[in-house]
């Protein structure tokens, strides 16, 4: 028998699943009947564990993310071979806490490709970037890049504060950012 929880983890998982980038519909239901929700976090989970589609993958994360609170469901997914999960995942790590994601996002902070699912359309490099800029909050974190001609010396100035300040970095649970 069915319980209303167990039936709306499936009706979520369904909607994941389902996801087709070619369709705005399918991530705008998503959106709004399974973000923030318990039932599409644990299908989310369960999706992050058992898939390895990317569209897929990319919603659970999505999903995982607004409602999710155990990094290491999403650890996995750092080494993902597409770049957008790997991106994705290690965001989520981060807001979740998980310092490793900074590795995961550096290595990936000179990707210029497009994040999948982005509206409107921002690279890899700039999610990586304002990654950190949401999430550290510490004195003297590189200036924000104000053009596209700035994004290349960010990401630079960006990798090399991490080098020298990411061992230093505690999280603040209180605030969910980063601090020296």
Known sequence: ?????????????????????ANNGSIDEIGASVRFTSAGE?????????????????????VYASAGSDPAVVRPLIDNADP???A??????????????????????GDETQLLGSHPPLSIREYVIGTFERYIAAAGTPTPPQTAEELGPAALAWSTWLGQNAPAL???AADGTWKL
């Open 88 to 109: 994705m995942a290690a965001a989520t790590m981060v807001a979740l806490g998980d310092a490793s994601g900074f590795d995961a996002l550096n290595g990936l902070i």
């Open 1 to 21: 028998m069915s319980t209303p929880a167990s039936a709306a983890v499936a009706s979520a998982r369904q909607l994941i699943e389902s996801t087709d980038f």
């Open 170 to 172: 505690h999280f603040d």
């Open 42 to 62: 644990q299908a989310a989970r369960d999706v992050i564990a058992s898939s390895a589609e990317t569209d897929v993958l990319w919603a659970a994360l999505w």
């Open 84 to 86: 957008s999960i790997r």
